[in-house]
């Protein structure tokens, strides 16, 4: 059964840094592109960023891109999100989730996603 753990979040001011862990468990974490979520209050659960298996290809959502780097390390089957320039709006509870095996095309959808974290908040104020 896999299992995805996030941590690193918490309560930073706007223009900080935060960054996240995903610690996964069971499965071949190094045959799966890993994708980070967020969920703002209210809203839908929206794509934020992904990474193939390999870690040589990262993929952005607009709102993130240059702000944001996702990264892994299949050595210790975890993933991070490294988040700069941190403004209010990155407001959410953040979620990891392993997305497809071994595929050449980004996959942004929920739907394209089988095992999530539990998630982790993060709250920047201004």
């Not at 709102?63 to 320039?85: E, P």
């Not at 990891?96 to 095309?105: I, S, V």
Request: glycine fraction near 12%; include cysteine; hydrophobic fraction near 35%.
């Amino acid at each position: 059964q896999v299992q995805l753990v996030e941590s690193g979040g918490g309560l930073v001011q706007a223009g900080g840094s935060l960054r996240l862990s995903c610690a996964a468990s069971g499965g071949t974490f190094s045959l799966y592109t890993m994708g980070w979520f967020r969920q703002a209050a209210g809203r839908e659960r929206d794509f934020v960023a992904a990474i193939k298996w390999s870690g040589s290809s990262t993929y952005y959502a607009d709102s993130v891109k240059g702000r944001f780097t996702i990264s892994r390390d299949n050595a210790r089957n975890t993933v991070y999100l490294q988040m700069n320039s941190l403004k209010p709006e990155d407001t959410a509870i953040y979620y990891c989730a392993r997305g497809p095996l071994l595929t050449a095309a980004w996959r942004t959808s929920k739907d394209d996603h089988d095992y999530w974290g539990q998630g982790t908040q993060v709250t920047v104020s201004s």
